[in-house]
């Protein structure tokens, strides 16, 4: 198969790298939007900003410059950008006419845009963007390193479609990789975009180190929360019990390579969220779309208690100690998800 991953951040470089070593000898075009990295990295074969120390292998080709040139001869194109960068993407692609399966690794909810008035989901902004594009996601619990790593992952391919299931499956399922089909892609999407709120959440938990009951209370309830609002979108329940759901959010809430917690962690340490994100040097889309979650359960009559808090926290509106009073003082409640 060929492949043309587009943006070279520490995702999009881990899955061109995963590709590029499956056993079907895939040929991996690498798509890197700034022509200085795109030289280093064709330079060293390796992505000194993140992955460093995992060498690229020969066939993983890089490019820059037109998108035209990095798709021209794909069977299948990955979209490696965060969520902010989708629509764009999509659009030019679109334009171009693209006759091939279109796959987005990004986990998170647009913010919403003048045209759209409330954050879509990356499959609604791929159906306004882009209608032609047949599309699907990959997601699950899958920190870049350690898939660039060769450490063992599961991963979930959501498409309406079956036959992007399959390329999906055939692009990166093997001794290192399981690829587990579904059809659901709301709930998928949903699953990949909640967990960075909650895992901002949990590492504000563990910050102020309240611990590990509180942890697990928070993450249980953060899946309920989860669940609420993904089966109000139209996702399957049992999707969040899945890979994509309380798998993801276990890996994010409480693993140390997780971007989405340690904003936490440092937000708890009261430092100021403009710092943290300078410093961070990836995307962190937990920040970007808990205001747009928040927005869009309001309307749909969701309650999201964890989520709200983190944005009142993000907006400067409460500090780390009186957000966690507040869902501590919460009136009791029935268990049950809805
Ligand atoms: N890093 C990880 O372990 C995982 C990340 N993800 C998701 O994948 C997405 C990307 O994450 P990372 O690669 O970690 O982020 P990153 O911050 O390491 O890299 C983002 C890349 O996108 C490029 N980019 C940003 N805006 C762009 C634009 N407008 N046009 C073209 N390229 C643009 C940047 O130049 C950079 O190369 C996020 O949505 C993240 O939630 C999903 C699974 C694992
Ligand atoms: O999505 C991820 C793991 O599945 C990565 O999470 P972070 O963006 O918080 O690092």
């Not at 055939?170 to 998928?188: L, S």
């Not at 990949?192 to 309830?221: E, F, P, S, Y």
Request: charged share 15%.
């Amino acid at each position: 198969m060929s492949i043309a991953i587009l943006g070279a951040g520490a995702w999009g470089t881990a899955v061109a790298i995963a590709a590029a070593r499956h056993p079907a000898q895939h040929q991996v075009t690498l798509w890197v939007r700034d022509a200085t990295q795109a030289q280093h990295m064709r330079t060293h074969r390796s992505n000194q900003r993140y992955l460093d120390g995992v060498l690229l292998p020969q066939n993983v080709h890089i490019v820059d410059g037109a998108l035209s040139d990095a798709v021209g001869n794909a069977d299948l194109v990955i979209l490696g950008t965060p969520v902010a960068a989708l629509r764009p993407m999509l659009t030019t692609l679109d334009k171009m006419g693209l006759q091939v399966p279109v796959v987005w690794l990004c986990k998170g909810i647009e913010p919403a845009q003048a045209s759209t008035a409330i954050g879509l989901l990356p499959h609604e902004v791929q159906r306004q963007a882009a209608p032609n594009i047949v599309s699907g996601v990959l997601s699950g619990p899958s920190f870049a390193l350690e898939v660039a790593q060769n450490l063992p992952t599961a991963l979930v391919a959501a498409s309406e479609h079956q036959h992007v299931q399959d390329m999906l499956i055939g692009a990166f399922h093997g001794k290192h990789i399981r690829v587990y089909g579904n059809n659901d892609m709301i709930g998928v999407e949903v699953g990949g975009a909640i967990k960075n709120v909650l895992a901002i959440a949990t590492g504000i938990c563990d910050g102020l180190q309240l611990g590990l009951n509180a942890r697990a209370a928070l993450i249980t309830r953060g899946l309920a929360e989860m669940s609420r609002f993904g089966v109000a979108l139209g996702g399957q329940a049992s999707t969040f019990m899945g890979l994509s759901g309380v798998g993801d959010l276990v890996l994010t809430a409480t693993g140390g390579l997780s971007r989405n917690r340690k904003v936490g962690l440092l937000l708890a340490e009261g430092h100021p969220l403009g710092d943290i994100l300078a410093k961070l040097g990836h995307v962190a889309e937990g920040v970007y779309c808990a205001r747009s979650v928040e927005q869009r359960a309001q309307q749909i009559g969701v309650e999201m208690p964890i989520t709200s808090a983190v944005v009142r926290l993000l907006e400067g509106r409460t500090s780390a100690q009186e957000l966690v009073l507040q869902l501590l003082e919460r009136d009791p409640g029935s268990e049950s998800l809805r």
